[in-house]
């Protein structure tokens, strides 16, 4: 097809441009025919410019203009004019000035979308996903995509500058599920076995630091076939780093600065040091969660000491129980009326607390069914500990400590939505949550799991512990925590053999496991490994925070759903049994084994 | 494990560095022990320091200093000296100092390696990929490497510059087999169903100009589960690009900015403008291939006219059946003896050739076995179309035009090579290649294929053709060549469901497996698809030309076999009966149908 090429795309004329001839490329995005005059709105991913179509100055292109629907693609030739005063348009780039076209060429027609290509549209997800290419039209999306194109950017140029290395570790690799599970790739040439897609290229980064990369970085796509909740993805993006020859102090050092560059250039916002840290215990304590949101206080107090002797029952049986009683002041809540009340109850009862305890304070005192039970010392040094003031609610829960305090952070959030605490203008918050506990007990297999993954240190203090009482060993692990979102987590790893065997070990993986599963590793680490350690940053989660998002979704051109299937070309669809038969597998029968 | 953590790398220090105490990381690269002094070579990725144990200076360090042995890693602290006149070392960046050990910390032990750790090793390739992050310890890896990290980023930065963006396209597609196979992923969410892993995301680029997105790029990982040839890996890496409103003119001036820069910044030279064009017809008479080497001239010249009415029959044969005698003139080479032109006659014949003319040029006229056959005219005229001299040797081919062609490519090559035409300092030479046939035929299924992809575009002027002689059919499709490698292929696509359609037809593709197949794509058209074009540029292969290599294999951190394994973590591997029960496949049997 022959046609004129743009001279300028659709965001681009301005008023020194009036007087030139100049051509346009793009889609019909709006449409005004007052009869001898129509308006076009000529959009491209730059911008929109109108164009006009004059019968009286030409009538051929007239005539066409007539014919133009929404989507259809055009390319116009035309002069710049400038907009008479009172029809400037401030909200456009391109709002002083319109394009008399002389001639148009319909390049392609449309049929009509199934929703408008606008900035609001009130489709189902599912018809949305069917047309993402359509959905990707519209200016939101555009904009999330151009944020994450800026990200992608700034973070490897961040990287380079600082001497790190970008390398590609393989897409296909060894099955060696611990965790998650893989998804497996047949291999056609060796009958019987199976390739896995990386959950995360660990081994791989921290080869290449026995290969004394030094320090390495990749943007890469990871992949978990897991049971997908509301808003994960089967494939996701991860930026991968991995240093040697350093403390957690020099990659929190590089870290933040990558940080402070994405607050910059995506949000033109200074980041402050030093950033906050919290162990693990601290936040948990503080915030009911190791991802803790301090955009807002609300802060738990742990109130075990002012209950020791309680006459109630329920705060003295935790704190004898070694559990804890925990409480925050809800600001201006005392007004909060039974219904409310009953709500948040129900809230903390589905996440498996006994009930909730309330206190309003009143001009004449706590209001609550439980203030009865209380002494008056008790109901000062409530008050005292929680800086609660008239016109506060008190909300206490009491049991099993971690529970408790994972039931009372989501409590925390539920009453900062509430109480509107954060909006558009809160200033973000950045902060490590440092020495988690590096096992974690799984009630069910009656095993210790890694919390984060097998490859991480102890901290050197607690090694003597890894075979008397795992559970008290902390790691060497971070996570880096954004506006209450984990979007970073690492750890110093294990270089040394013995130590990865006596890891393994606490892990209940067999030697023969562990050499089946990571002997290339372990073998790697007697040839001169050097100290090492990273982090993994939740890419797709990085963009949804920096582009204002509540859902990933919104940051990945063509996402799945959360069965795993991409409505738009319906996969994953049958295959032909010729191709089956090239892998060496058939399908499985219900009746089989 | 506390070390102190290096003050600079061991490529770093200089003079004006002595008198500065300093630490260093590394492994120890070499070992000289004089007894009461030992050198050592500490090594990291920067370079290489002297570090020096000096027994009447410390004691302890130089004990510790005699247990040191090859890769064991190593911190040391001590005093930069400059070192004595007569022994600074030129070729070293670090060559003009030494840092005398004040304390050191053993911070990894290593035992002996396979292999040794060090510019030319020689030792099997399969132990030098079992033990791949050894390999990658030696300087050309690293160097391998780091000319990728480049080149990654001066691309990125190159498109970036330029308003691409870069998008990220789904790793879990559909299958849509044509051509090569697909790698599989079984779903254990939908039982009896199957992603596929992207050749190329050739169809979500397409749908991202039909968002518009304008221009897109992306490096991006792609999949091709093929019988592997010497130089071909399962997974490679690719540079994807996609624009929308263009011609083949300006796809041309963005890959052609991109090379400039690569160019400069890889190799500090200029790309010569403007690129030189051949037609597929072009190249494939004058140099025997659709990716010629340019580089040296034994050009082919057609000559059927002169031997139109030739005595000689398989000359005469070859004109009158509609084929071709083509021949070239390897310069200085009329001293061949007997054996060295068997040689070349065995190695047309391995490619198909009956037979190989040769005639040398001599005082007294043309020497051959074929020269009485020839009349003077003809004679004189072979002499004269090929520009043949004296001294020179005259090779001839005759035959079906298309094999008779790409056998003296190869025989171009071969004489190229023989002649040693090409050498470190022969200038780079690029170019395209356009207008490609946009069908091929394929005697053994007896239909036409895509030269190209089904999404490529025919000349608008050939569009008729498509039903009455598609093998005539020119694509506006382009290749661009650099030193004889393919670098990159793309085309202007269709962007038309009408013409989608029959060309889907051309290709013997049912209405229901098009729609099965790519109805999304041709649904996509219906809503307004700009006209579009892109390429896609073979990463691997562009890091090996410009890294100077001969193998894909060294350009990339963690390669597979030809027979797609990787020998350092035995993938593909066994997996777990529990795993494939999950996903609803069994592994078949031989005696399964």
């Known amino acids: 097809m022959n046609f004129k090429r743009r001279t300028h795309t659709c965001g681009e004329l301005r008023t020194k441009d009036v007087g030139q001839s100049v051509v346009l490329n793009g889609w019909v995005d709006s449409r005004r025919d007052l009869g001898g005059v129509i308006f076009i709105g000529l959009r491209d991913r730059y911008g929109i410019t109108q164009v006009i179509f004059d019968s009286e100055q030409n009538e051929s292109a007239h005539k066409i203009g007539k014919e133009l629907r929404s989507e259809f693609v055009v390319s116009v030739e035309g002069k710049v004019i400038k907009r008479p005063d009172d029809q400037i348009s401030s909200d456009m780039d391109t709002g002083e000035i319109d394009v008399v076209v002389d001639s148009v060429t319909i390049l392609n027609e449309a049929e009509t979308p199934p929703f408008p290509i606008k900035d609001n549209v009130d489709a189902f997800d599912d018809l949305k996903l069917k047309y993402r290419y359509l959905d990707l039209r519209r200016a939101p999306l555009q904009k999330n995509l151009m944020i994450r194109h800026r990200m992608y950017q700034v973070t490897r140029n961040y990287f380079d500058k600082n001497d790190f290395v970008e390398v590609e570790t393989p897409t296909l690799m060894k099955s060696t599920p611990e965790g998650a599970r893989d998804y497996l790739v047949p291999s056609r040439l060796h009958s019987g076995r199976f390739y896995a897609l990386p959950q995360s290229p660990q081994t791989y980064k921290q080869l290449l630091m026995v290969s004394g990369f030094d320090k390495y970085f990749q943007i890469v796509k990871c992949f978990r076939d897991e049971d997908l909740r509301a808003d994960r993805q089967p494939e996701f993006t991860q930026i991968d780093v991995e240093m040697s020859f350093v403390d957690t102090e020099d990659v929190f050092k590089a870290v933040e600065g990558l940080m402070k560059v994405l607050f910059k250039q995506i949000w033109n916002k200074e980041l402050q040091f030093p950033v906050q840290r919290f162990t693990f215990d601290e936040a948990v304590e503080k915030y009911g969660s190791d991802k803790p949101d301090i955009r807002f206080g609300l802060e738990l107090v742990t109130l075990n000491d002012v209950f020791t002797n309680s006459e109630f029952k329920v705060f003295k049986d935790a704190v004898s129980a070694n559990g804890i009683v925990t409480g925050f002041a809800a600001t201006g809540c005392a007004d909060y009326s039974r219904n409310q009340i009953d ?105 210790f799991y890694a919390m984060h993954h097998p490859f991480t240190s102890p901290r050197m203090e607690d090694v003597g512990l890894l075979d008397t009482e795992p559970g008290k060993v902390k790691a060497r692990a971070y996570d880096l925590v954004l506006n209450g979102h984990e979007i970073a987590g690492g750890s110093i790893r294990i270089h040394d053999s013995g130590l990865q065997a006596k890891m393994f070990k606490a892990l209940g993986i067999s030697k023969e496991e562990a050499e089946r599963k990571f002997g290339f590793l372990m073998s790697a680490f007697k040839y001169g490994a050097p100290p090492h350690g990273g982090i993994a940053f939740g890419f797709d989660r990085m963009v949804m925070i920096f582009a204002g998002l509540d859902s990933i979704r919104d940051t990945i051109a063509f996402p799945k759903t959360t069965s795993a299937t991409s409505l738009m070309d319906e996969s994953p669809s049958e295959v032909a049994d010729e191709q089956l038969k090239e892998l060496h597998i058939k399908l499985r029968n219900e009746k089989d084994s």
Chains 1, 2 share one sequence.
């Open 343 to 447: 709500n948040l109850t129900e809230a903390v009862k589905n996440l498996g607390a006994k009930g909730l305890v309330w206190l309003k304070v009143k001009d004449k005192g706590l209001d609550s069914p439980v203030a009865k039970f209380l002494s008056d010392d008790e109901k000062d040094k409530l008050q005292e500990n929680l800086n609660a003031n008239q016109g506060d609610l008190i909300l206490i829960l009491a049991g099993d400590r971690m529970k408790t305090l994972t039931q009372m952070g989501a409590l925390r959030l539920e009453m900062a939505k509430r109480l509107e605490l954060v909006n558009e203008d809160t200033e973000p918050k950045l902060l490590w949550v440092t020495d988690f506990p590096l096992l974690e007990w799984d009630e069910e297999t009656k095993r």
